[in-house]
């Protein structure tokens, strides 16, 4: 059957089969939004046990001692944190509340890393109650966690954030330079207060290239902590593993392509010809890359398996003569499958010079991450009970806040067999930053509740009736 609404040109999203069965169902769909509201957040956590097998294979091919902390921003729910704990993988935690609720559900200290980017003291002291390993970005931030450590007279894990020296790599506003963690550990005396267990890194974008590099040079840095009687056992390559939404490679390609011919002031492909940052046929690097050739295992196996100019000796290698651990935090790339947004439609209109409008019971913050749009074309549900008629159309989808650009997706979307009130709309895979990172409730207008399938039902996530302190 053709799909009831379809980009211009379409971006056709992988679907899971709990996803398929659940928009295959309209009158489940309805019932859960009856119920729950608009929009609704679904999710379904068994894909990420194949998302962890695949990166586990990968590093058990290499015969490399690996564990695998979900980074907890990626999605809010507890749910996510249940299975990622019940497939053996730690969470990687980056607030005082993401650790607090991790350690009320009972996840154990030892299973979870703090890596938050700016560290209250109410946090590091709740880490360090807990036995959990920080990640530690600057010097301020490492003297004000050795004043509690000292306090509290107990010796407190760390993990020295690497800020890469090397050229190729960008700078980054993260850690310190190898240099200046050596020079810091020899002019402070931690030996009573903390304990460097590992070295702790996360790049922008998604080279396994770049993680080479600084894998390498993470190692470099735990021979010279060696050399000085520190006893560093990991290195921890944080999140940015790779994953594709969409099957079809040409899809993407040609989306691009049809967007850089698209003349100046034409809206058949994307609200005022938007062009999402691209300057040519080239995705745009203001959007995430929705097909991306190498994902996850094969991704890591390219790195475990990178070897640096001139050498013979391959990363995996180089971890196993030392003995150190490889960890990783990957967010998107395990919640891949695992979620998506259902809204219903409030009313189709046209703008004021006759361009249809699919208004939505959302706002634009509900289906979005922090780059230029959300590239996946929804999923049209026809409801039984929406009232008038419906007619072959094309149209943007517009939200709930009261600005001009409060476009839901910037694309504009065909409907075949037409669209009309009551109708719903389904986005899928969303649970990877998709649908949390940025939700707002802006107008007070309540953000989204979350749902997870719980045996045959779908369960309330705890998630939303957590009061935050
Ligand atoms: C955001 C982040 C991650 C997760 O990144 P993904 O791209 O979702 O895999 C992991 N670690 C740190 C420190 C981060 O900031």
Request: glycine content about 8%; charged content about 25%; aromatic content about 6%.
């Given at each position: 059957m053709p799909p009831l609404m379809h980009g211009t040109v379409p971006l056709t999203a992988r679907l899971e089969p709990w996803m398929?069965?659940?928009v295959g169902d309209p009158v489940l769909c309805q019932e859960l939004i009856e119920e729950h509201g608009s929009p609704l957040n679904l999710h379904d956590f068994s894909p990420m046990s194949r998302n962890i097998a695949e990166l586990r294979d990968a590093a058990a091919a290499h015969e490399v001692d690996f564990q695998i902390y979900l980074a907890r921003k990626a999605n809010k729910t507890l749910g996510a944190i249940d299975q990622a704990i019940a497939e053996g993988c730690g969470i990687d935690v980056a607030s005082f509340?993401?650790?607090?609720q991790c350690l009320k559900r009972g996840v154990p200290g030892d299973r979870l890393i703090v890596t938050a980017a700016v560290k209250s003291l109410a946090l590091l002291r709740l880490a360090v109650d807990h036995g959990v390993v920080l990640s530690l970005d600057n010097v301020d931030e490492a003297l004000d966690l050795q004043e509690i450590a000292a306090e509290t007279g107990k010796r407190v894990s760390i993990a020295l954030r690497l800020a890469s020296s090397n050229k190729s790599i960008a700078p980054t506003r993260f850690g310190m330079r190898a240099e200046q963690w050596l020079s810091f550990l020899e002019e402070t005396d931690l030996s009573e207060t903390l304990e460097v267990s590992g070295i702790h890194f996360h790049l922008n974008g998604y080279s396994a290239e770049q993680r080479a590099i600084v894998l390498r040079e993470s190692l470099e840095l735990i021979d010279a902590l060696r050399e000085r009687s520190?006893?560093?056992?990991?290195?921890?390559?944080?999140?940015g593993i790779p994953?594709?939404?969409?099957?079809d490679a040409q899809q993407w390609t040609d989306f691009w392509q049809a967007l850089a011919e698209l003349p100046e002031g034409d809206e058949s492909l994307t609200w005022k010809s938007d062009r999402l940052g691209a300057t040519g046929a080239t995705p745009s690097g203001a959007v995430y890359p929705y097909h991306q050739k190498l994902i996850r295992g094969e991704w890591l196996g390219k790195v475990l398996e990178s070897t640096a100019d001139g050498e013979e000796q391959t990363v995996a290698t180089m971890l196993k003569e030392r003995g150190v651990q490889l960890r990783c935090e990957p967010g998107r790339s395990l919640l891949d499958g695992c979620g998506l947004t259902l809204a219903e439609v409030a009313f189709t209109k046209t703008r004021s010079d006759g361009l249809p409008l699919v208004g939505l019971h959302m706002n634009r913050t509900q289906c979005r991450s922090t780059s230029a749009d959300y590239l996946l074309d929804p999923i049209l549900i026809h409801s039984q009970r929406s009232r008038g008629e419906r007619k072959e159309s094309s149209a943007f989808l517009v939200g709930a806040y009261c600005?001009?650009?409060e476009l839901i997706l910037r694309r504009h979307f065909e409907f075949p067999g037409g669209v009309t009130k009551g109708d719903l709309v389904a986005?899928?895979?969303?649970?990877?930053?998709l649908m949390h990172i940025i939700e707002s409730a802006s107008h007070q207008l309540p953000l989204a509740n979350n749902l997870r399938r719980g045996g045959q039902r779908w369960v309330r996530d705890d998630i939303d009736s957590m009061i935050l302190s």
């Amino acid at each position: 059957m053709p799909p009831l609404m379809h980009g211009t040109v379409p971006l056709t999203a992988r679907l899971e089969p709990w996803m398929e069965r659940l928009v295959g169902d309209p009158v489940l769909c309805q019932e859960l939004i009856e119920e729950h509201g608009s929009p609704l957040n679904l999710h379904d956590f068994s894909p990420m046990s194949r998302n962890i097998a695949e990166l586990r294979d990968a590093a058990a091919a290499h015969e490399v001692d690996f564990q695998i902390y979900l980074a907890r921003k990626a999605n809010k729910t507890l749910g996510a944190i249940d299975q990622a704990i019940a497939e053996g993988c730690g969470i990687d935690v980056a607030s005082f509340n993401e650790l607090d609720q991790c350690l009320k559900r009972g996840v154990p200290g030892d299973r979870l890393i703090v890596t938050a980017a700016v560290k209250s003291l109410a946090l590091l002291r709740l880490a360090v109650d807990h036995g959990v390993v920080l990640s530690l970005d600057n010097v301020d931030e490492a003297l004000d966690l050795q004043e509690i450590a000292a306090e509290t007279g107990k010796r407190v894990s760390i993990a020295l954030r690497l800020a890469s020296s090397n050229k190729s790599i960008a700078p980054t506003r993260f850690g310190m330079r190898a240099e200046q963690w050596l020079s810091f550990l020899e002019e402070t005396d931690l030996s009573e207060t903390l304990e460097v267990s590992g070295i702790h890194f996360h790049l922008n974008g998604y080279s396994a290239e770049q993680r080479a590099i600084v894998l390498r040079e993470s190692l470099e840095l735990i021979d010279a902590l060696r050399e000085r009687s520190h006893k560093p056992e990991f290195v921890d390559i944080g999140g940015g593993i790779p994953m594709s939404y969409l099957d079809d490679a040409q899809q993407w390609t040609d989306f691009w392509q049809a967007l850089a011919e698209l003349p100046e002031g034409d809206e058949s492909l994307t609200w005022k010809s938007d062009r999402l940052g691209a300057t040519g046929a080239t995705p745009s690097g203001a959007v995430y890359p929705y097909h991306q050739k190498l994902i996850r295992g094969e991704w890591l196996g390219k790195v475990l398996e990178s070897t640096a100019d001139g050498e013979e000796q391959t990363v995996a290698t180089m971890l196993k003569e030392r003995g150190v651990q490889l960890r990783c935090e990957p967010g998107r790339s395990l919640l891949d499958g695992c979620g998506l947004t259902l809204a219903e439609v409030a009313f189709t209109k046209t703008r004021s010079d006759g361009l249809p409008l699919v208004g939505l019971h959302m706002n634009r913050t509900q289906c979005r991450s922090t780059s230029a749009d959300y590239l996946l074309d929804p999923i049209l549900i026809h409801s039984q009970r929406s009232r008038g008629e419906r007619k072959e159309s094309s149209a943007f989808l517009v939200g709930a806040y009261c600005i001009e650009e409060e476009l839901i997706l910037r694309r504009h979307f065909e409907f075949p067999g037409g669209v009309t009130k009551g109708d719903l709309v389904a986005f899928p895979n969303t649970g990877g930053y998709l649908m949390h990172i940025i939700e707002s409730a802006s107008h007070q207008l309540p953000l989204a509740n979350n749902l997870r399938r719980g045996g045959q039902r779908w369960v309330r996530d705890d998630i939303d009736s957590m009061i935050l302190s």
